[in-house]
């Protein structure tokens, strides 16, 4: 009966680990593939945030939240937009040059944060 228990016990963790690990998933969307598929089919809805205007302590600093794209990354990311031609015109109907987007995050509704230099 002990070893029954057990088992269910283990099962039970398992079970418990793997739910967690799926939605754990959203941690990781931001990171360059993940963001540069997203992009390339995005359709909703977005912001646009000059990256120094976050308010932190210095002038210059992004969003703590944001990760630092090297500069492989961010043509990667604008290489992703320019081929979602409806992302890219409505971005442009913002007043944003998709050369100028150098960041970009995806918000847990769905939405994304443009940032630009």
Known sequence: MKRV??????????????????HCGGLFENGSPELEQTLRSFDGRFDVQPYYNWGGAFPGDGPQSVEERTPSAIVHIQEAILAN????????QHGVQIRNVINAEQAADGSITFYTD
């Open 85 to 92: 031609r409806t992302l890219a015109d409505r971005l442009e």
């Open 5 to 22: 228990a057990k088992l269910a016990f283990v099962s039970c963790i398992v079970a418990l680990t793997s739910a967690a690990a799926g």
